[in-house]
């Protein structure tokens, strides 16, 4: 299976998850068609609602390989998987994230390198923002926002700092359903790493603090539209 046919699969089945799960999903702006998208992270989730509206390729921790379903999906999605403690694979990954940016499917990184509860974007490590730059291939900021429908707090959706995942992804599976919110930027073209990362980082908080008062979306996918 070639590693555009296997994006391809996880985007369907993630489609399936999002309506087995009654996610409404909000989108803002324009998923691009290829090059790296950065966004803040909040949860496993996001993995499940950016690939449900794009096929793309995630760069992930090593640890999710080991997570139930969520592991082999990740594997069999084409997911490339860094070592954090480790430059020999941070080195590997960023050479394959080179490879990856000359296919028509876009990486998506999380260069906060960790989730959190969406109090703050963390800053945004540039190192495997590189490729792109040497490559000259086009970034695009993207943001996640999350709404319980029950009127809580955003961070019951998040999964960060020490939470256990078994209870928390039982938590998310007694809910109601939730909307997710994905804004995406313009696509933009950098000559410097670490500019990348503070103009696509300044980018991502705008989006997040203009989720918080948007009341009519420029666009709505139900689950039932995700799926067709």
Same mark, same amino acid.
């Given at each position: 299976?070639?590693?555009?046919?296997?994006?391809?699969?996880?985007?369907?089945?993630?489609?399936?998850?999002?309506?087995?799960?009654?996610?409404?999903?909000?989108?803002?702006?324009?998923?691009?068609?290829?090059?790296?998208?950065?966004?803040?992270? *909040?949860?496993?989730?996001?993995?499940?609602?950016?690939?449900?509206?794009?096929?793309?390729?995630?760069?992930?921790?090593? !640890?999710?390989?080991?997570?139930?379903?969520? @592991?082999?999906?990740?594997?069999?999605?084409?997911? *490339?998987?860094?070592?954090? !403690?480790?430059?020999?694979?941070?080195?590997?990954?960023?050479?394959?994230?080179?490879?990856?940016?000359?296919?028509?499917?876009?990486?998506?990184?999380?260069?906060?390198?960790?989730?959190?509860?969406?109090?703050?974007?963390?800053?945004?490590?540039?190192? &495997?923002?590189?490729?792109?730059?040497?490559?000259?291939?086009?970034?695009?900021?993207?943001?996640?926002?999350?709404?319980?429908?029950?009127?809580?707090?955003?961070?019951?959706?998040?999964?960060? @700092?020490?939470?256990?995942?078994?209870?928390? &992804?039982?938590?998310?599976?007694?809910?109601?359903?939730?909307?997710?919110?994905?804004?995406?930027?313009?696509?933009?073209?950098?000559?410097?790493?670490?500019?990348?990362?503070?103009?696509?980082?300044?980018?991502?908080?705008?989006?997040? !603090?203009?989720?918080?008062?948007?009341?009519?979306?420029?666009?709505?996918?139900?689950?039932?539209?995700?799926?067709?």
């Amino acid at each position: 299976m070639t590693l555009e046919r296997r994006a391809q699969w996880l985007h369907e089945s993630a489609q399936t998850g999002v309506k087995a799960l009654g996610v409404q999903v909000r989108l803002k702006g324009q998923p691009p068609p290829g090059g790296l998208v950065v966004s803040n992270h *909040l949860s496993y989730l996001d993995i499940l609602i950016f690939s449900a509206v794009m096929p793309c390729f995630f760069v992930s921790k090593a !640890e999710v390989r080991r997570w139930p379903y969520f @592991g082999r999906a990740a594997e069999a999605g084409g997911t *490339l998987f860094l070592n954090r !403690e480790r430059l020999a694979s941070a080195n590997r990954v960023a050479e394959l994230i080179a490879e990856r940016l000359k296919l028509p499917v876009p990486v998506l990184l999380f260069p906060e390198g960790t989730s959190t509860d969406g109090r703050e974007v963390k800053r945004f490590h540039s190192r &495997l923002i590189a490729p792109a730059i040497d490559a000259g291939a086009p970034i695009t900021a993207a943001a996640v926002r999350y709404f319980p429908k029950d009127g809580s707090e955003e961070r019951e959706l998040c999964w960060y @700092g020490d939470a256990a995942f078994m209870p928390h &992804l039982w938590k998310v599976l007694g809910m109601t359903g939730f909307t997710a919110e994905l804004s995406f930027g313009e696509p933009k073209v950098y000559a410097d790493r670490r500019v990348a990362a503070s103009e696509t980082h300044a980018a991502v908080e705008k989006m997040r !603090e203009e989720g918080e008062q948007v009341s009519n979306p420029a666009s709505r996918l139900t689950s039932s539209e995700l799926s067709d």
